[in-house]
Nanobody, 124 residues
Framework: QVQPVESGGGLVQAGGSLRLSCAAS????????RAWFRQAPGKEREFVAY????????YYADSVKGRFAISRDNSKNTVSLQMNGLRPEDTALYYC?????????????????WGQGTQVTVSS
């Protein structure tokens, strides 16, 4: 299985927190750049965060900087997204991506593998 699987989405009130996880069974995923994207209804998919294979480097979209944190556990081939201070505008389907090709890690076209997504809904 090479498709990552997301979990942890749900309904939360504004100001609350959620933790998303993305699991992959293939051990090679521990060597890949991993990222999170999201897509709100009627909008294009957008970059949220990425993390280098070692976990030493991270980068965030301005809209989530200071509120979200991406991390990974290579022993378990998992990547997580801790989301704090959630806002109604964070409501979206959140996707996990893996294996970067090229250098533009904010582009959805740059990733080989995608999960099916997990829904996050933030009520006001």
């Amino acid at each position: 299985q090479v498709q990552p699987v997301e979990s942890g989405g749900g309904l939360v009130q504004a100001g609350g927190s959620l933790r998303l996880s993305c699991a992959a069974s293939a051990r090679t995923f521990s060597t890949y750049t991993r990222a999170w994207f999201r897509q709100a209804p009627g909008k294009e998919r957008e970059f949220v965060a990425y993390i280098t294979p070692s976990g030493s480097g991270t980068y965030y979209a301005d809209s989530v900087k200071g509120r979200f944190a991406i991390s990974r556990d290579n022993s378990k081939n998992t990547v997580s997204l801790q989301m704090n201070g959630l806002r109604p505008e964070d409501t979206a389907l959140y996707y996990c991506a893996a294996r970067l090709r090229g250098s533009d890690y904010t582009s959805q076209a740059a990733y080989y593998y995608w999960g099916q997504g997990t829904q996050v809904t933030v009520s006001s």
